[in-house]
């Protein structure tokens, strides 16, 4: 599986992005997907991922009201939808794809096998 994100940019504190994911591959919907985002001197932490059929989305607490992840399996795509943007949230996102089953791994990246090439978003104060 091959990922490329895009729709990163700069915007101001309040404002809104859509970034997207799209995948290669006829394997996309076998695959959970996730935002990962990486700040500078900072490591690596998980946004919000979904199940392989959309039915489950999960949110690191910081996004939980603001951020909301979606997919299209017909268009290999997942999406993530982010509103009310703070400061705080500038960084470089990353998509990932990964066989996860048990709930409780999609929130850290070793369960991940496909990573995106990253999209930087900046949020002005």
């Known amino acids: 599986v091959q990922l490329q994100a895009s729709g990163g940019g700069l915007v101001q504190a309040g404002g809104s992005l859509r970034l997207s994911c799209a995948a290669s591959?006829?394997?996309?919907?076998?695959?959970?997907m996730g935002w990962f985002r990486q700040a500078p001197g900072k490591e690596r932490e998980f946004v919000a991922a979904?199940?392989?059929?959309?039915?489950?989305?999960y949110y690191q607490d910081s996004g939980k009201g603001r951020f909301t992840i979606s997919r299209e399996n017909a268009k290999n795509t997942v999406y993530l939808q982010m509103n009310s943007l703070k400061p705080e949230d500038t960084a470089v996102y990353y998509c990932?794809?990964?066989?996860?089953?048990?709930?409780?791994?999609?929130?850290?990246?070793?369960?991940?096998?496909?990573w995106g090439q990253g999209t930087q978003v900046t949020v002005s104060s």
């Open positions: 979904i199940s392989r059929s959309g039915g489950s989305t």
């Open positions: 990932a794809a990964g066989r996860i089953c048990n709930s409780g791994n999609y929130y850290y990246s070793r369960y991940y096998d496909y």
């Open positions: 591959g006829r394997t996309f919907s076998n695959n959970a």
